[in-house]
């Protein structure tokens, strides 16, 4: 059984920083790629962030220049640094991995975390 925890949210406010993370536990081969994902109330989820196995990176245009995505390959986890956070920023912030179990790639799920940019 494979999972992602994530943790980090909360709420901040305009201006500031907070720094998501996400690790995958369980039995599995490797982790592709890690993204992370935002869901405003009553819309879709939209991506944020991508990094590949290789560490290319790729953002929303909506988060360029003020989101970092990074992966600590030995530990298994993605982080989202988010500098200088907007109301607009305030979602639930989900990430997704490509884990290989056994020889086959699939797609998880972290179970989300809220954050909150709020003067």
């Known amino acids: 059984q494979v999972q992602l925890v994530e943790s980090g949210g909360g709420l901040v406010q305009p201006g500031g920083s907070l720094r998501l993370s996400c690790a995958a536990s369980g039995t599995f081969s490797s982790v592709n790629t890690m993204e992370w994902y935002r869901q405003f109330p009553g819309k879709q989820r939209e991506l944020v962030a991508t990094v590949t196995s290789g560490c290319s990176t790729n953002y929303a245009d909506s988060v360029k220049g003020r989101f970092t995505i990074s992966r600590d390959n030995a530990k298994n986890t993605v982080y989202l640094q988010m500098n200088n956070l907007k109301p607009e920023d305030t979602a639930v912030y989900y990430c997704?991995?490509?884990?290989?179990?056994?020889?086959?790639?699939?797609?998880?799920w972290g179970q989300g975390t809220k954050v909150t940019v709020s003067a």
């Open positions: 997704r991995a490509d884990v290989v179990v056994l020889g086959f790639q699939y797609q998880y």
